[in-house]
């Protein structure tokens, strides 16, 4: 590996409530539940310095209410927080509702993360960096969607890759589809999931979805969950890639976990299909556990 990544994206505080039956309406319903690090981006580069990468950076904002205790757990995950403290905006919180089968709900005010600003970019950021990371929350609102074009310009002017994760299909719903992929024009790599992929492209088979999106992001990894991945290389989709089979208990972070993985092994040489078995182990181990981050200490 020549340098770092850096990933530019959001930091949460995940509010994770596992019930084992299903929710109560107008009473109480018995669950565990855990105040964790989160946050797409932050999720990622901890997966990234998990996986191997010696540097790993992540530019976010917060609130000045858990800003301190998100950087003391960025760096105890071997990230180095390159946090902007917003005193005007509380850090994002997410609750995250996981079910017995291990799915989730997710209830998001994005606070500060979205209010990420063209004043809080630098093109020295990209200094020593191998790699760009976006993530694709950064789309949804104005002020953090500039600002992620500004970066993914910038890097661009310097011949960094860059990879974008779609991150939410009712956000990019919300949004759009053609302005969402408008936004992520000029990214080299794209990772949307098995919901999103079909979403972005109108065809419900995944392989297919791959297929034309890799026609327009030079590689392409779709995440199918339990299923494993497919990687689609300049309009060809390769043999898919399987996961490896474990009892899952919270799905959340599966997918970061995966990308970070992914990115990990492209950094260090990895082709796309070995690349893809890397994040498809991530992605097992990562749902073995309660919250978005891997275990650490």
Known sequence: MTGALLVVGD???????????PLAP???????IRTLPGGAGANVAC??????????????????????????????????PLLVRDPGAPTATVVALV?????????????????????????TLL???????????????????ETARLALATARERGVPVSVDPA????????GVDRFLAAAEGADVLLPNAVEAPLLTGLADPAGAAAALSRRFPLVAV???????????????????????VRAVDSTGAGDAFTGAFLAARLYGADPASAAEAGCRAGA??????GGRPMVG
Do not use: K, N
Request: aromatic fraction near 6%; proline fraction near 3%; glycine fraction near 10%.
């Open 26 to 32: 107008a009473t109480d319903t018995a669950a565990e």
């Open 168 to 175: 939410s299909a009712g956000f990019v719903t919300e949004l």
């Open 11 to 21: 930091v949460v505080t995940d509010v994770v409530a596992r019930h084992r039956t």
């Open 223 to 245: 995440t199918l969950g339990a299923a494993g991945a497919l990687v689609a290389v300049s309009g060809q989709a390769l043999s898919p890639v399987p996961a490896p089979a």
């Open 47 to 80: 997966w990234a310095a998990r996986s191997g990468c010696a540097d790993v950076r992540i530019l976010a904002r917060v609130g000045t209410d858990w800003a301190a205790w998100h950087e003391e757990r960025l760096r105890c995950a071997g990230v180095r």
């Open 99 to 123: 079910d017995e089968a291990a799915e989730r709900t997710f209830l998001t005010d994005s606070g500060a993360a979205l209010r990420i600003g063209v004043g809080d970019w630098s093109p």
């Open 285 to 290: 181990t990562a749902v073995t556990v309660l």
């Open 127 to 145: 200094d020593g960096v191998s790699h760009l990371h976006l993530s694709g929350y950064l789309f949804f609102a104005g002020t953090s969607r």
